[in-house]
């Protein structure tokens, strides 16, 4: 237990390179949140939540 916390027993991640996102990237991301915020309001709740439902879409579309 002494060793607990010690740099020798500190498991050994790798966090994946973020890729640079291009403001043009970033503005067509907000774009279509916006439009899923806009539907969803629209039609009310769906029992799940919007970042699921893109991820939904995204399998069934062959996008993920």
């Known amino acids: ?6 740099p020798r027993r ?13 403001l043009k990237e970033i503005v067509r991301r907000s774009r ?6 806009e539907v969803r309001r629209k039609i009310g709740p769906v029992g799940i939540a919007v970042d ?8 069934e579309r062959g996008c993920d």
């Open 32 to 37: 279509a949140v916006d439009r899923a915020l």
């Open 1 to 6: 237990m002494k060793d607990f916390g010690s």
């Open 52 to 59: 699921e439902l893109v991820h939904e879409t995204r399998k």
């Open 10 to 22: 500190t498991p050994k991640v790798k966090i994946p390179s973020v890729e640079s996102v291009t």
